[in-house]
């Protein structure tokens, strides 16, 4: 269902000072277990201009499962290699041609 799909896959906080991560790119596949994604990583960091910092480049990420949050579908046309970050009030967003954007965390948190 979700291979081959752009996603976005944002993790669990394991204690409330961990940094918001969420990975952004084309699942290559997935079980009951992982995710597989070809993409890039975004972390929700203060010392960064626009409050994330985000890989420079893709790379193979597996995911276990149980460390998700959520998963959002993105469009197929979706460009990793161009993210844009919005911010509205304290929550940072990827911003997403044709749909919703998408939620990757609050300025506070990181």
């Not at 291979?3 to 993790?11: N, P, S």
Request: proline content about 4%; aromatic content about 6%; glycine content about 8%.
């Amino acid at each position: 269902m979700l291979k081959d799909r752009m996603i976005r896959v944002k993790l669990k906080k394991s204690f409330k000072e961990q940094r918001p991560i969420s990975y952004i790119g084309k699942c290559t596949a997935f079980s009951d277990y992982w995710v597989v994604m070809e993409g890039r990583a975004l972390m929700v960091a203060r010392s960064q201009p626009n409050h994330v910092q985000v890989d420079k480049d893709r790379s193979a990420i597996l995911v276990p499962r149980d460390n998700i949050e959520s998963i959002q579908v993105l469009p197929d046309g979706f460009d990793i290699k161009k993210i844009e970050i919005l911010t509205e009030g304290q929550q940072l967003h990827v911003k997403v041609e044709g749909a919703a954007d998408t939620y990757i965390g609050e300025i506070g948190e990181g």
